[in-house]
């Protein structure tokens, strides 16, 4: 089964970060063929430090990572398609998952959200010219969303992490924190603005 995944890199590495968490995930947990098309390879490029910024096709961790250029070339749409965080699909690929003969499972994936609201969005249709459904894919804290994106083993490798005293120092110095005696110590993440 091969998927599309689209990403349109608006701001501060959200966009790509979390197409790229999927994309591999798909790819290492469950041996799917995945192509993750960013618009902004140079963005890409900063959170996958052996990535090429100027490539237009490149292999990652066993995703195809491509250029996804202004001027759009053809080609066959993959069985499903992700459309991420509301950006709009190249006119010519809409058509030819429109006007083409097989079945693909279209998403529009949106931003994690624990509003009330989300529960009742979360899976429904949005008809498409052509008569094609686009179904939102909303993740979320519920059982009625899309749930979290998590590794299998994220929460083994965390518990070991927070288990090892000299992992967790080693890291902190790294990343240029001296950490307290006694002290609570949080990460906080916030836009410069």
Request: charged residues 20%.
């Amino acid at each position: 089964m091969k998927w599309d995944i689209f990403c349109s890199v608006v701001d501060n590495f959200g966009d790509i970060g979390v197409t790229w968490r999927l994309a591999r995930q798909l790819v290492a947990e469950h041996g799917l063929h995945v192509r993750l098309w960013v618009d902004d390879v140079a963005a890409f490029a900063r959170i996958c430090p052996q990535a090429s910024p100027d490539a237009s096709e490149q292999l990652q961790l066993g995703v195809e990572v491509r250029h996804w250029h202004s001027q759009w070339q053809p080609v066959e749409p993959a069985d499903v398609v992700i459309e991420a965080f509301a950006c709009e699909l190249p006119a010519a690929y809409v058509r030819a998952i429109t006007e083409g003969k097989r079945r693909i499972l279209w998403l529009n994936l949106e931003y994690l959200s624990a509003e009330d609201w989300v529960s009742g969005c979360h899976g429904l249709p949005s008809l498409q010219s052509g008569g094609v459904q686009k179904y939102f894919f909303f993740p979320g804290f519920t059982e009625s969303t899309g749930g979290l994106l998590r590794e299998a083993g994220l929460l083994t490798q965390r518990q070991d992490f927070v288990a090892n005293e000299q992992a967790r120092q080693q890291f902190l110095r790294s990343i240029g924190v001296e950490p307290i005696a006694g002290a609570r110590l949080m990460s906080l993440f916030t836009y410069e603005s």
